[in-house]
């Protein structure tokens, strides 16, 4: 092996920095003193769909297509994304067409997996009940099933807090195991790996970690669950390098940072307030019916889940049956009137607004002529929000779309981006306030994204101290020319030229091609299970409110 990506989805140099002065992350911190570090500047908005297809393609989000973990069709469905929908070419293929091979392993968005030269193991979002996640497709049987691959979120869900920790060390370990085994088998040019774990576990325990968080516990039983879960990564990453025989370069690198959550922003709540959403009146009488029907049907689902009988049920219930109690539960915005809305909020982890537009929704209110005026007023509305305390401002800035990014893919875009201030995150939904305690499935969420992550550069290639000016863009530029591979001229990011060494720059040429640009693959949509499946994960990981 020439090279090892290894990523640690939301790694953060808060958490790392003391851990490496207090001697607890001894392969990270030697990888660190002997390489060159510093931050990794992530994707607006600072979420892992569309920067892993960043770091994955070395373009912005106007290209490759993804800016959430879903989109929404023209009946204001949403519909869960895959990589059929990237429409950008990640650096793997340019790699393997020059005879490069790769191996990757639970690379989020990597689902369904391409053809490569070497093995691909899918990453999240990859749906438990199929089984080609893999390719070569043998691989599946001795690392599946798929649903061993990631975290159980009903320890979450039921508040046991102490069985979730466990839940992602154990599969944080399981996966060390299996990229282990794979390295064995296979001998590849490049290999990636990336635990998503940190994610997880930063969302629900920073308040255990961070003394500055409003509701911080120092004494909880949980308190050290964060660091836990990064030593157990730091001597997954040290067996890992212990299997190289050669000099071999390492890069480290995540999606985003993280950092304290205290309040979420209700911006339904706001929309409505300001006359650019319509909503059903909470004593409507139908709302009210309909949302205890969906309510009961949720539950029930939930039940039927748990006791391992959803098939069953499903095959005694007429398919109606099924559909109405998926609609109810899946449309978060069913009391949308639409015919009277302007703008209205997607998801938590899109973090973006879509304008009405007649040309793209159904029943669509703001004509072409008509749409500067409407952004130009939600953006001034927005950047007007006060906390209804202290007065101070909610929102950091509130980012047009096709200003922020540029490409073939925009017209899949949201309308606007809100960057809300640190500690704050916008979420939908019907709320008693404008702002309410950070939660989710009602249990405390103390932690959320920030933009800067962590990169490091260690190995033969490499020089030393530390680099400030490092984009989730540049990543599959500066491997591909790390390989000696050309890269793409529809890249965005750049060469990371300053990172390498004299000898190594001497040894290297940077070329360019044409030969990659927009990528028109054949669509795989999610069938009805897999759909809710995705739907009932997402749901429990707090990105759809």
Known sequence: MDTLVFGLDGGEWDVIDPMIENGELPNLASLQADGISGPLESITPPVSPPAW???????????????????????????????????????????????????????????????????????????????????PESIAESVGPADDLFEDWSYQQAGDYDAFKQNLIEVANRQTELFLDLLTEYDTDLAMTVYDGSDRIQHFFWKYFDEAHPRFEPDSRLAGAIEQYYRVVDKGLGRILETIDSPCDVIIISDHGFGPLSHDISIDEWLEDEGFLTRQTVDDPQEQLTDVVALTVEKGWNAVRKANLAEQVKSILPSSWFDFGKQLQDDAHRDIKWNQTQTFFGTLSGQALFVNLEDRFVNGTVSSEEYERVVGEVRESLQSMRHPETGEYLIEEVVRSDKEFEGWALDDAPDLIVRSKPEY??????SESLLQSSAQNGHDRSGDHRTDGIFVASGPSFSGGTYQGASVLDIAPTLLYLQRCPVPSSIDGNVIDEIFTDEARSERNLEYTDEYGRTNTEKRRWNADEEQELEDRLSDMGYLG
């Open 425 to 430: 995150t916008i979420k939908g939904g019907r």
């Open 53 to 135: 297809n960043s770091i994955q393609t070395g373009t912005n989000p106007g290209k490759h297509g993804i800016f959430d973990f879903s989109k929404f069709d023209e009946e204001y469905v949403r519909r869960s994304v895959n990589t059929s929908d990237r429409q950008a070419t990640p650096f793997w293929r340019v790699m393997n067409d020059e005879g490069v091979t790769t191996g990757l392993f639970k690379i989020p968005f990597t689902y369904p997996p391409d053809e490569v030269s070497g093995f691909m193991v899918t990453g999240f979002p990859t749906p438990s009940q199929v089984n080609d996640f893999a390719k």
